[in-house]
Nanobody, 115 residues
Framework: QVQVLESGGGLVQAGGSLRLSCAAS????????MGWYRQAPGKQRELVAV???????DYEDSVRGRFTISRDNAKNTVYLQMNSLKPEDTAVYHC?????????WGQGTQVTVSS
């Protein structure tokens, strides 16, 4: 079994910064990718950023240049540094870990950006 635990959400004013963390633990042999998704009220869950095993990253257009995803392979942890936050970034942020052909999700962490 694999457990995924996010942390670092909270309330911040527009223009501020937050850093999210996601740690995977359990029966982990090789992680294909780790990514962050978000879901705002009344909207579908969307990809925010992903980092693959070789280090390649990809970002949703609205966060590119403001958010940075990084990974500590030794700790099986992925981070999302979020700068210049906007009210439209408000959502529950979920971490997804892909190991072989299986996906593991965390419970999510709330990010609220006030105007």
């Amino acid at each position: 079994q694999v457990q995924v635990l996010e942390s670092g959400g909270g309330l911040v004013q527009a223009g501020g910064s937050l850093r999210l963390s996601c740690a995977a633990s359990g029966s982990i042999y090789s992680i294909n990718s780790m990514g962050w998704y978000r879901q705002a009220p009344g909207k579908q869950r969307e990809l925010v950023a992903v980092i693959f095993g070789g280090g390649r990253t990809d970002y949703e257009d609205s966060v590119r240049g403001r958010f940075t995803i990084s990974r500590d392979n030794a700790k099986n942890t992925v981070y999302l540094q979020m700068n210049s936050l906007k009210p439209e970034d408000t959502a529950v942020y979920h971490c997804k870990v892909v190991i072989s052909d299986r996906q593991y999700w965390g419970q999510g962490t709330q990010v609220t950006v006030s105007s």
